[in-house]
């Protein structure tokens, strides 16, 4: 996770959504699953601190 897009998204204060794509590689299969989570306000979290959240709201996404 890089520290840039949290930076960004602090500026104008509006709540991020973590996501997490998953993609079955199965040779000639779709298999494409987008899940979307609870909107965030990192406004007040320092840059590090919101770094972590997303992280690990993606990481529970993905174990879903």
Known sequence: FRHGAVAI???PT???RSVA???QYKL???GLTIEFGK???IGKM???EANEY???AVVKLLRK
């Open 21 to 23: 794509v998953r993609r």
């Open 46 to 48: 320092e840059t590090e």
């Open 54 to 56: 997303i992280r690990n």
């Open 39 to 41: 909107p965030i306000d």
């Open 14 to 16: 509006v709540p991020l």
């Open 9 to 11: 998204a602090k500026q």
């Open 28 to 30: 000639l299969e779709k």
